[in-house]
T-cell receptor, first 115, second 119 residues
Framework: AQSVTQLGSHVSVSEGALVLLRCNYS??????LFWYVQYPNQGLQLLLK??????LVKGINGFEAEFKKSETSFHLTKPSAHMSDAAEYFC?????????????FGTGTQLKVEL | GAGVSQSPRYKVAKRGQDVALRCDPI?????LFWYQQALGQGPEFLTY????????KSGLPSDRFFAERPEGSVSTLKIQRTQQEDSAVYLC?????????????????FGEGSRLTVL
């Protein structure tokens, strides 16, 4: 079964600093991987997705993620944090059980951006 | 509307009450999912519809949970005899593509969720 593990439930960075949110996956087949962002009291919004094309995926709001098969990782990065990036971030893997397109989410990482 | 709409946004129920949560997916979206998000956790899959057919209900935690999508558009998640452990945010998501499309997965669009608190 496919799964993802997010390391660090809380990450704090200064405004303008590098953002690095970690995600490792476990999958017996080539995975489809996703990063979602959730602002308070809102639903999840897709940041980016990896679907076996380019290993470096660029998303919205300046975020990008790199698929590294050798490390089974799909870490999310942003060169310069902005106050508006404060939110919870979820890594997810598409699972093939039940016909596909079902997502299994990590436990989330709360990003705090400080002045 | 342009997005996935869920109602009510907030629901407080007494233990033992029945509740019904509604999801209006994006018009024309074939696939519809329900997820449960407990406090401090990631969303967990409950059930999946393709049009009106419920193809996967493996995530429903008990037989008190029931979902339907009779006309292939609006869906209702019903929880009978609510318990405190049912307190969570219930998220609905829809997708244009068929689930069994083994190509690139269709993007899931999530609603804002219905927050259920069981006292």
């Amino acid at each position: 079964a496919q799964s993802v593990t997010q390391l660090g439930s809380h990450v704090s960075v200064s405004e303008g600093a590098l953002v690095l949110l970690r995600c490792n996956y476990s999958s017996s087949v080539p995975p489809y991987l996703f990063w979602y962002v959730q602002y308070p009291n809102q639903g999840l919004q897709l940041l980016l997705k990896y679907t076996s094309a380019a290993t470096l995926v660029k998303g919205i709001n300046g975020f990008e993620a790199e698929f590294k098969k050798s490390e089974t990782s799909f870490h999310l990065t942003k060169p310069s944090a902005h106050m508006s990036d404060a939110a919870e971030y979820f890594c997810a893997v598409r699972t093939l059980e039940g016909g596909g397109n079902k997502l299994t989410f990590g436990t989330g990482t709360q990003l705090k951006v400080e002045l | 509307g342009a997005g996935v709409s869920q109602s009510p946004r907030y629901k407080v129920a007494k233990r033992g009450q029945d509740v019904a949560l509604r999801c209006d997916p994006i018009s024309g979206h074939v696939s519809l999912f329900w997820y449960q998000q407990a406090l401090g956790q990631g969303p967990e899959f409950l059930t999946y519809f393709q049009n009106e057919a419920q193809l996967d209900k493996s995530g429903l935690p008990s037989d008190r949970f029931f979902a339907e999508r009779p006309e292939g558009s609006v869906s209702t998640l019903k929880i009978q005899r609510t318990q405190q452990e049912d307190s969570a945010v219930y998220l609905c998501a829809s997708s244009l593509k068929f689930s069994r499309d083994r190509g690139r997965p269709g993007e899931l669009f999530f609603g804002e969720g219905s927050r259920l608190t069981v006292l």
